[in-house]
């Protein structure tokens, strides 16, 4: 019996339903590319998806959209987004965060999406580094994104040529490396510009139904332009001749053709499946996971005293950002998340019940190596060392938890099939989105953009430089 073959080959192949696929897909099928998107689970969105449990919708992966601007803005990645994608600023009903924080021993800096607001923070706490501040923000002013000459330079050196405190550079490398760092103990330059602008130049928001809104708009509008999408769709093999992708074999013998593919499953791992084995990749996988959890309150988090949005905690004045050492999880350092605390409209009121999202560093190999019976139980301990942990940084909020859910990164590993369980992908990123291969490019979180925004961006960006460009000539 021969093998299933597509009967025509597709414009362009897309690898994975998370948001940088599914804006790659839009971005496409607006311009009559014959697109199909392949999906390997039953669901889509990779990390940022969602799920309900206990008749409680819970997202998955979302604290925070970063790059939040405001309605009419014509600058920064989220009004390019909405441009390229043809969408209106309503259609995702953000609201902004109420206001967030870190927190290390003795000191905080406050922040909102004003960043003249954390300036004044830093101007208070660390008066003798005003001026150094400003110099950050002068020359991040002047930083292109685009423009990568500097972008794998050191951050910490940098910094410690701009800020003679110690204590501040660790403060500011806190929320950024949580939010977007696959590095360990230090940060590309050019990943800290993204960071820093997406966060304290622009900022949170959140929509009130959270990831889902955004993920029903994505594949809406996919859809309505005649692009094909594919769940339980997982490949076994991307075919190679020569210096070309040639087309995709999927997990049940499906052969599909494709005069390009783009992948969202990483480097790494995009790499791994093609079928040329004797070219030997040199690229490592990541290695920065987490466990996440989220406790169900009995009452809002205002009620308990807690109305911020987010609270980035490190309990000791250097911040370490690495893999557990010794043990399953570290939690000297943390992120606590309310989905409750943003600047919700009156029409939409207050979210169904309370939410604190709590997120801690993990090691995949020790997490993957349990049993099933020590994997139950180590979901359950570290769920308490954790909020022990960070409860020292907010009120305790234990005595009110009705109902809690956890995930690993044995979870993580299972939904976004990066090695390790890496939520940020690869350490080295390929900023152009290009391989080996002439017609296979990437997007998403190892192209260099990580968020929702980000990831959105970069599928959108690969689209217009590898797929449009070469197909409109």
């Known amino acids: 019996m021969s093998e299933p073959t597509h009967p025509a080959p597709y414009d362009t192949i897309i690898i994975g339903a998370g948001m940088s696929g599914l804006a790659a897909g839009i971005r496409l099928a607006h311009y009559d590319q014959r697109v199909c998107i392949l999906e390997k689970h039953w669901t889509i969105g990779g990390l940022n998806s969602f799920y309900r449990m206990n008749g409680r919708n819970y997202d998955v992966g979302l604290?925070?959209?970063?790059?939040?601007?405001?309605?009419?803005?014509?600058?920064?990645?989220?009004?390019?987004?909405?441009?390229?994608?043809?969408?209106?600023w309503e259609d995702f009903q953000l609201a902004e965060q109420c206001g967030s924080r870190i927190a290390f021993p003795g000191v905080n800096l406050e922040f909102n999406n004003d960043i003249a607001y954390l300036q004044s923070q830093v101007n208070a706490s660390f008066p003798h580094q005003k001026d150094a501040f400003q110099t950050l923000l002068n020359r991040l002013v002047d930083y292109d994104d685009l423009k990568q000459e500097d972008f794998a330079q050191s951050t910490r050196t940098i910094l410690s040529e701009i800020f003679s405190d110690p204590l501040l550079i660790e403060m500011l490398l806190c929320p950024l490396m949580w939010y977007g760092n696959a590095k360990e103990h230090d940060m590309d330059w050019g990943q800290f510009c993204i960071m820093f602008r997406s966060i304290f130049l622009e900022g949170f928001a959140r929509p009130f139904k959270g990831v889902r809104l955004i993920l029903k708009h994505l594949v809406r509008r996919y859809r309505e332009l005649g692009g094909e999408l594919r769940l339980r769709s997982g490949i076994s093999k991307i075919h190679v001749d020569g210096d070309h992708a040639v087309g995709v074999e999927l997990e049940d013998g499906t052969i599909m053709t494709g005069k390009r593919i783009l992948s969202s499953a990483g480097v790494v791992e995009?790499?791994?499946?093609?079928?040329?084995?004797?070219?030997?990749?040199?690229?490592?996988?990541?290695?920065?996971?987490?466990?996440?959890?989220?406790?169900?309150?009995?009452?809002?988090?205002?009620k308990l005293g807690f109305d911020e949005t987010i609270v980035f905690f490190n309990d000791s004045e250097k911040f370490h950002w690495s893999k557990p050492a010794q043990s399953l999880c570290d939690v000297r350092t943390g992120v606590i998340c309310s989905p409750n605390n943003?600047?919700?409209?009156?029409?939409?009121?207050?979210?169904?019940?309370?939410?604190?999202?709590?997120?801690?560093?993990?090691?995949?190999?020790?997490?993957?190596?349990?049993?099933?019976?020590?994997?139950?139980?180590?979901?359950?301990?570290?769920?308490?060392?954790?909020v022990a942990s960070a409860v020292r940084f907010m009120p305790d909020f234990r005595r009110h938890v009705v109902d809690t859910d956890?995930?690993?990164?044995?979870?993580?590993?299972?939904?976004?099939?990066?090695?390790?369980?890496?939520?940020?992908?690869?350490?080295?990123?390929?900023?152009?989105?290009?391989?080996?291969l002439k017609n296979l490019?990437?997007?998403?979180?190892?192209?260099?953009?990580?968020?929702?925004?980000?990831?959105i961006v970069s599928g959108i960006s690969m689209a217009n430089q590898h797929c449009l460009r070469e197909w409109a000539q």
């Not at 090695?419 to 989105?433: C, E, R, S, T, W």
């Open 342 to 386: 943003y600047a919700y409209s009156a029409e939409e009121g207050e979210l169904e019940a309370g939410f604190m999202r709590l997120t801690t560093i993990a090691d995949f190999q020790r997490w993957s190596s349990l049993n099933d019976e020590e994997y139950q139980r180590a979901k359950f301990r570290w769920y308490d060392e954790s």
């Open 441 to 455: 490019f990437l997007c998403g979180t190892d192209q260099g953009f990580v968020g929702i925004v980000g990831a």
């Open 406 to 436: 956890v995930f690993t990164p044995k979870t993580i590993r299972r939904f976004t099939s990066h090695d390790n369980g890496a939520v940020y992908g690869a350490p080295h990123k390929q900023l152009d989105g290009t391989t080996r």
């Open 63 to 88: 604290h925070a959209m970063t790059n939040y601007t405001a309605k009419g803005a014509k600058k920064g990645p989220l009004a390019r987004l909405l441009k390229q994608l043809r969408f209106r």
């Open 270 to 302: 995009t790499m791994r499946l093609c079928d040329d084995s004797s070219v030997v990749e040199v690229a490592a996988a990541g290695e920065m996971t987490f466990i996440e959890s989220i406790s169900v309150l009995d009452c809002q988090p205002k």
